[in-house]
């Protein structure tokens, strides 16, 4: 195996590591929405409705990487409208749970 393919093997390896074991996001969350775009705290859940560019649900539940699609109407039912900034904020301590803690 040349040194090329080694290092791509450590990256992919890494990469799976990282996104299994620490829940590291992926799909990185947009700075800005598109006009018309859905931020909505389910219970908890970051959810988005509307067409995201690089997400492929248009009603989608971001607790997981790649967001996961949600029933809409359950989002609307049950959702409250959020700021960009708390939607972020929502997307972040779901994956902090998912976290192990570290061992003293």
Do not use: I, Y
């Not at 990256?11 to 598109?34: I, K, M, N, R, Y």
């Not at 990487?65 to 929502?90: C, H, K, Q, Y």
Request: charged residues 20%.
């Amino acid at each position: 195996m040349s040194l090329n393919e080694q290092a791509g093997c450590r990256w992919v390896l890494s990469f799976f590591v990282h996104f299994f074991c620490w829940g590291v996001p992926v799909v990185d969350v947009p700075a800005t929405f598109s006009p018309g775009v859905k931020l909505l705290d389910v219970e908890g859940v970051p959810v988005t409705l509307g067409n995201v560019p690089g997400v492929e649900p248009s009603s989608a539940a971001w607790d997981r990487d790649p967001p996961r699609v949600f029933d809409p109407g359950s989002a609307m039912r049950n959702g409250a409208p959020v700021s960009v900034e708390e939607f972020r904020a929502l997307v972040e301590a779901g994956h902090a749970k998912k976290r192990p803690k570290a061992s003293a």
